[in-house]
């Protein structure tokens, strides 16, 4: 039972152009969203998180936004860059536990 | 600060083996995690130790899977025997609390049963 979702498998942009992942969630008990990064034989490095009282987060190029009502969230990259082709993970937490989206390989092209 | 230490990086075995995976987490940190990421369940949490205490192992796969934490800096992955579906890549993860804190992954282990 997949609890967090990410329905795109993969997304290709050009360099300098904003991508726009989204992620989307059941469990009305998550209250606090990540995005991960992974690049190939790495773990997922922690990108930029927001807490269910928010519904934007900005940390330099990566905006994530969450619409609670819509169990929503989405994480912007502006400009997108060729060092930012990797695999996104969404992920949700309800207290310790953390659950994954199945990932989004982004292509950053030049 | 050195991250989070898994070893070893790559593993073949043969069916019915034991196989033991490693893990250093982050000095400080107090909660521990073990992951596997396969291609069909994607990333799923097999047990969460906290204070080096198992809080939960609700998603360990079956009893064929121990995993221990004997002090602050050291927690095992046991597999005994192995099975050839029990082929994934391994992650162990830290974070200072266990609640709403970013997790810090090592690089896994890649398992391969044969």
Redesign the interface.
């Known amino acids: 039972d ?1 609890q967090v979702k990410q329905n795109s498998p993969s997304l290709s942009v050009q360099e300098g152009r904003i991508s726009i992942l989204n992620c989307d969630y059941t469990n009305s008990m998550f ?2 969203f ?1 995005w ?1 990064k992974k690049y190939p ?6 990108l930029i ?1 927001i ?1 269910s009282i928010k519904d934007k987060n900005e940390d330099g190029r990566f905006t994530v936004f969450l619409n609670k009502s819509a169990k929503h969230l989405s994480l912007h990259i502006v400009p997108s860059q060729p060092g930012d082709s990797a695999v996104y ?1 969404c992920a949700a ?1 309800a ?9 989004t390989t982004v292509t950053v092209r030049a | 600060d050195a991250g989070v230490i898994q070893s070893p990086r790559h593993e073949v075995t043969e069916m019915g083996q034991e196989v033991t995976l490693r893990c250093k987490p982050i000095s400080g940190h107090n909660s521990l995690f073990w992951y596997r990421q396969t291609m069909m369940r994607g990333l799923e949490l097999l047990i969460y130790f906290n204070n080096n205490v198992p809080i939960d192992d609700s998603g360990m796969p079956e009893d064929r899977f121990s995993a221990k934490m004997p002090n602050a800096s050291f927690s095992t992955l046991k597999i005994q025997p192995s099975e050839p579906r029990d082929s994934a890549v391994y992650f162990c993860a830290s974070s200072p609390q266990g609640l709403n804190s970013p997790l810090h992954f090592g690089n896994g282990t890649r398992l391969t049963v044969t």
């Open positions: 997949q209250d606090y990540l991960y034989a790495e773990g997922p490095t922690f998180s807490s993970f937490s207290d310790y536990k953390l659950s994954f989206g199945a990932g």
